[in-house]
């Protein structure tokens, strides 16, 4: 059994970026659709588009371009920051669970068994 951990980001002026947001990003890029990202995550078509909202906001450029309706549809795709957000988030997640692992992991033999 090995440990596990969750990384939140917590920026200096309240700002802050988790698993879940980080989750949504990545499903917008496979889905190319914020409403279809939110569905496939179980979220309310309101909540994602929220969320894209938030995170749009809390950097100097957006992470989520949208593609307003037409003959082809509309949609959502990420932009060179959006995946650049979710590439360091990642790369500070797999760093934090293999110090975690290794710092921790000889104390999963002492949990006492519930």
Known sequence: MAVAIS???DFPEGERIGPGK???????AETGSISAAGRSLGMSYKRAWS???ELNRMFTEPLV????GGAQGGGAD???LGQ????AYRKVEREAAES???TMGGLV???ARR
């Open 7 to 9: 990384v939140r980001i």
């Open 22 to 28: 980080v989750r949504l990003l990545e499903a917008i």
């Open 51 to 53: 969320l894209v909202d």
């Open 65 to 68: 371009a949208s593609r307003h």
């Open 78 to 80: 990420l932009t060179e």
């Open 84 to 87: 650049t957000v979710v590439a």
């Open 100 to 102: 975690a692992a290794a």
């Open 109 to 111: 033999g002492k949990l």
